[in-house]
């Protein structure tokens, strides 16, 4: 099959300094590799995880309702190939975009057998519009043969894999109910090196018991393991969970929103320069949301942390370039 990686590009740190950014977006990264605007569409293909289903643990994470974080989850069962054109339709009335990223979101989208995830990915691409997979997992979930048939896909497109780190620490992990530790994940990222993906790890910032130095430990450890790409999230708490009963109780409290920032941009500092930032912040639909309230004002905090670039006139990769020098 034809690449359709789009065409490369070269000197990434170069580019998005040279643009005025403060950071690698991810926004900008994807317009230089495929020379125009990309929108990811979720996708539901219907998973579980196995700290749902009994493997390691049962229900699921503490914070975690799929239906709050994944648009194809609040809609009807459909297959993948209709869900594709229902985000493209919807995305389109929000944004002037014709190429699409296939994103396979809720839930652990490895938690398969790869004649199943064969399947399932080619049915994506087989869509005209889509040019790259971007695949949600979790690091146990993600056995060799797995990790061939993906790097395989990544000879004919671009793919990301997304890997749900969160933190270092192995006590937060327990709290969250994630059924692995720590090691799982740098197992996971050793074994899919030089595979032709990228690497992209979830971090939650806010986590109850982590301190302001355990979040720049967590940040630190991202930049020396050189990952691709990292999403940054706020902890944020949707109704029916374990961490909704936690807040009301009054055992959690959720980080305010000029903290927030401080931490962000604390983080992002620490990172590579050519490292992607493909999410600053999370959120969900109103009618799920607990807390904070901040997080739904996306451009209100968008702004702000802009500002507080401005005003401390920093940049991503700032620390970690002095620290390498």
């Given at each position: 099959?034809?690449?359709?990686?789009?065409?490369?590009?070269?000197?990434?740190?170069?580019?998005?300094?040279?643009?005025?950014?403060?950071?690698?977006?991810?926004?900008?990264?994807?317009?230089?590799?495929?020379g125009?605007?990309?929108?990811?569409?979720?996708?539901?293909?219907?998973?579980?995880?196995?700290n749902?289903?009994?493997?390691?643990?049962?229900?699921?994470?503490?914070?975690?309702?799929?239906r709050?974080?994944?648009?194809s989850?609040?809609?009807?069962?459909?297959?993948?190939?209709?869900?594709?054109?229902?985000?493209?339709?919807?995305?389109?009335?929000?944004?002037?975009?014709?190429?699409?990223?296939?994103?396979?979101?809720?839930?652990t989208?490895t938690?398969g057998?790869?004649?199943?995830?064969?399947?399932?990915?080619?049915?994506?691409?087989?869509?005209?519009?889509?040019?790259?997979?971007?695949?949600?997992?979790?690091?146990?979930?993600?056995?060799?043969?797995?990790?061939?048939?993906?790097?395989?896909?990544?000879?004919?497109?671009?793919?990301?894999?997304?890997?749900?780190?969160?933190?270092?620490?192995?006590?937060?992990?327990?709290w969250?109910n994630?059924?692995?530790?720590?090691?799982?994940f740098?197992?996971?990222?050793?074994?899919?090196?030089?595979?032709?993906?990228?690497?992209?790890?979830?971090?939650?910032?806010?986590?109850?018991?982590?301190?302001?130095?355990?979040?720049?430990?967590?940040?630190?450890?991202?930049?020396?393991?050189?990952?691709?790409?990292?999403?940054?999230?706020n902890?944020?708490?949707?109704?029916?969970?374990?961490?909704?009963?936690?807040?009301?109780?009054?055992?959690?409290?959720?980080?305010?929103?000029?903290?927030?920032?401080?931490?962000?941009?604390?983080?992002?500092?620490?990172?590579?320069?050519?490292?992607?930032?493909?999410?600053?912040?999370?959120?969900?639909?109103?009618?799920?949301?607990?807390?904070?309230?901040?997080?739904?004002?996306?451009?209100?905090?968008?702004?702000?942390?802009?500002?507080e670039?401005?005003?401390?006139?920093?940049?991503?990769?700032?620390?970690?370039?002095?620290?390498?020098?």
């Open positions: 099959m034809t690449s359709r990686n789009g065409p490369r590009t070269d000197a990434p740190t170069v580019a998005w300094r040279a643009a005025g950014k403060r950071f690698h977006s991810y926004n900008f990264f994807l317009s230089r590799q495929f125009q605007r990309v929108q990811k569409v979720s996708i539901d293909a219907g998973f579980t995880c196995p749902v289903d009994g493997t390691v643990a049962v229900g699921g994470c503490v914070f975690c309702d799929n709050s974080f994944s648009p989850r609040r809609l009807p069962k459909s297959g993948i190939r209709q869900q594709i054109d229902a985000g493209i339709a919807g995305l389109k009335r929000r944004y002037r975009v014709d190429r699409f990223m296939a994103y396979f979101q809720p839930a989208n938690y057998s790869v004649e199943r995830l064969q399947s399932i990915y080619e049915e994506a691409l087989s869509h005209p519009q889509i040019v790259g997979l971007a695949i949600g997992t979790r690091p146990d979930c993600v056995p060799d043969e797995v990790l061939d048939l993906i790097s395989r896909f990544a000879e004919q497109t671009y793919v990301s894999v997304e890997y749900g780190l969160q933190t270092i620490h192995n006590r937060s992990l327990k969250m994630r059924g692995h530790d720590y090691k799982a740098l197992d996971a990222v050793e074994r899919s090196r030089g595979r032709g993906f990228k690497i992209c790890a979830h971090v939650i910032l806010g986590l109850p018991g982590e301190s302001h130095e355990a979040m720049m430990a967590t940040a630190a450890e991202t930049a020396r393991l050189r990952l691709d790409a990292v999403k940054i999230h902890l944020y708490v949707v109704r029916n969970t374990p961490l909704a009963d936690q807040v009301a109780a009054g055992e959690v409290r959720l980080i305010g929103r000029d903290e927030y920032v401080r931490t962000v941009v604390d983080f992002i500092e620490r990172l590579p320069p050519q490292m992607l930032i493909e999410r600053l912040s999370g959120d969900s639909p109103p009618d799920y949301l607990v807390g904070p309230a901040w997080c739904l004002d996306k451009s209100g905090l968008r702004t702000a942390l802009d500002a670039f401005r005003r401390r006139d920093t940049y991503q990769g700032r620390f970690f370039c002095a620290a390498v020098e």
